[in-house]
């Protein structure tokens, strides 16, 4: 696998030789690096926040507050804003031990933590020079007496920053080769982009993972902070890569509502209203590796789901607990996750097993029910399962969707809770070893509240040819915008809309559709291996085998390529 200089200096060959040469060491070099990067270190900054400026939104109780006096700290919570006699009431408590960040941080400059215990992230630290004690717990502060407050946040320039100039000479190099490789040659769905007036903003995936006819399904991707620019709301659905897309329908959906509640739709185009969502108390891997606080914001401080389980075809979980409000019958689960570039490589290694025999296969799974193929999914964990505990054990609820892996999209699963009797709620998420990438979680307990829905129907379609396709996307039919080739896309625009006074608005892309990948592999199928993964779990096992087997020979690449320089 030594990339020697002659090598080097045929890069001007055709593209199909360079990626047949090259692509493989590039890209397995660069993905793992890139995996040891995001588990590894990141950074936080220490900002300062006036105190004439303290109000409720300061004390948000997402923030774990800590009271300094002196040299003394304790984690200050219960929090009550009193303006009128400008004064803070709260409890103190001893100080957790992974809450000392404080202690040996430099507030001028970034500081360094561990993903895997981002504690420093969302602390906000009070100074005081006295406070008044109200019984054995609660103590008053005068905010007349607080010297200082402080916000700890997370450091993204530095942290991207590290993350690009730290590694060695070569990683800089192949990381920007494997992006333009990665648009070129992988495996997802229609790319989304929306319009501001000036330039598109890219927003996701559609209809992930539906990868044959018989696999159509709807999508409610968000539009987050998308806004009507010239009095209209405009998209962009593009093919940027080797498939044929066909999407059946491309409806934009806006709902209005109050400014303090956020919304989302479920993959059944149901809206649930998010009120008073709450991180959970405790996550964990079955390998018990606390994982609270990186799911506690959406800050790009990804859980992988990467524990190596004993057993290889066993899927990797997650356990979350939160507490539930007395007679709460329903609940909320909200995540923000997304796909893997891992799994996005690894099925493309599966459909080289079949060879020749690929574009026959994927013909005839179009008349395989979809039933069977989600089954399939549910089995190797390509998508993302859903358990609620009860006092029957853990209860399947459903699954979320394959979302792609280039951005991350909030999702939501409503839960009946009427079968859960303890004073806590424990959620578990399964999927493949690597297959997803969990940003945040919580739940929501709340029932959903009144909203008006707006359905628009496109107003224009236009592709990249000039060609009007409005009429493909009114409704589903048998009539598909058809993108068979990378550069095709469509630019979709939706009358804008009077909205209600004092309300609010989210939108959200309904669409419908599917796609099919492109291959012209020439070996020879590998039809008794193929036979295997009927089996639960032979999947995530090809995947562990395959992870094991680069992981052992990635310092032997490392050496080689490092000794050509």
Not at 68 to 87: I, M, P, R, V, Y
Not at 518 to 527: L, Q
């Amino acid at each position: 696998m030594k990339t020697s200089k002659s090598e080097l200096k045929e890069f001007s060959g055709t593209e199909k030789d360079f990626k047949k040469k090259y692509l493989p060491k590039i890209a397995l070099f660069v993905l793992f690096a890139f995996l040891n990067l995001v588990i590894g270190c990141h950074y936080y900054k220490v900002m300062k926040v006036p105190v004439d400026s303290m109000d409720q939104e300061t004390l948000n109780p997402q923030r774990y507050v800590i009271l300094h006096l002196g040299g003394d700290a304790w984690h200050f919570s219960s929090l009550e804003l009193d303006q009128d006699k400008n004064e803070l009431r709260g409890r103190i408590m001893p100080l957790a031990s992974n809450h000392e960040n404080f202690r040996s941080n430099n507030p001028d400059k970034p500081n360094r933590y561990k993903v895997a215990n981002p504690s420093p992230i969302n602390e906000l630290h009070i100074y005081t020079k006295e406070y008044q004690v109200f019984d054995s717990l609660n103590v008053v502060v005068p905010l007349t007496a607080v010297s200082k407050i402080e916000l700890y946040d997370k450091d993204m320039a530095t942290t991207t920053f590290t993350y690009v100039f730290t590694t060695i000479g070569i990683l800089l190099t192949a990381f920007v080769i494997f992006l333009i490789l990665l648009f070129i040659f992988k495996s997802s769905c229609p790319f989304v982009y929306t319009f501001d007036g000036q330039s598109y903003t890219f927003m996701g995936e559609i209809y992930g993972g539906s990868i044959y006819s018989s696999l159509e399904r709807d999508d409610y991707m968000p539009l987050p902070g998308f806004q009507p620019a010239g009095g209209k709301f405009t998209v962009k659905i593009s093919n940027e890569l080797l498939e044929r897309q066909y999407t059946n329908l491309a409806q934009l959906i806006v709902v209005e509502h109050p400014e303090v509640t956020e919304v989302l739709m479920d993959k059944g185009g149901n809206v649930q209203t998010i009120t008073s969502a709450v991180t959970p108390f405790s996550a964990s891997s079955e390998l018990e590796t606390d994982y609270t606080g990186a799911l506690a914001a959406r800050d790009f401080g990804y859980y992988l789901f990467n524990d190596q389980n004993s057993d290889v075809r066993e899927q990797n979980a997650l356990i979350m607990s939160f507490k539930k409000p007395e007679n709460a019958e329903s609940g909320k689960l909200i995540l923000n996750a997304k796909n893997s570039l891992w799994l996005d490589y690894i099925y493309g290694e599966f459909t080289k097993l079949f060879g020749t025999a690929y574009n026959r296969f994927a013909e005839k799974q179009k008349q395989i029910p979809a039933e069977k193929n989600i089954q399939w999914m549910q089995d190797q964990g390509l998508v993302l399962s859903v358990y609620l505990e009860t006092e029957n054990g853990w209860q399947f609820v459903d699954y979320f969707d394959m979302v792609g892996p280039m951005a991350a999209r909030d999702l939501v699963m409503p839960v009946d809770l009427s079968d859960v009797k303890s004073e806590n709620v424990r959620m578990k998420l399964t999927c493949g070893q690597m297959f997803w990438e969990l940003d945040y979680a919580a739940m929501d307990f709340t029932e959903n509240i009144p909203v008006k829905i707006h359905y628009l129907d496109p107003a224009t379609a236009v592709d990249e040819k000039g060609r009007d396709v409005t009429k493909l996307l009114l409704d589903t039919d048998n009539l598909y915008l058809e993108q068979p080739e990378v550069g095709n896309e469509a630019v979709i625009t939706w009358p804008e809309i009077k909205l209600t006074e004092g309300q609010d608005f989210t939108a959200f892309l309904h669409s419908r559709g599917y796609y099919e990948h492109i291959r012209d592999y020439k070996t020879k199928p590998d039809i008794a291996y193929l036979k295997s993964f009927y089996e639960k779990g032979a999947f995530n096992e090809f995947s562990r085998q395959h992870y094991n087997r680069i992981l052992n020979s990635n310092a032997l690449l490392v050496k080689q390529t490092g000794d050509d320089n």
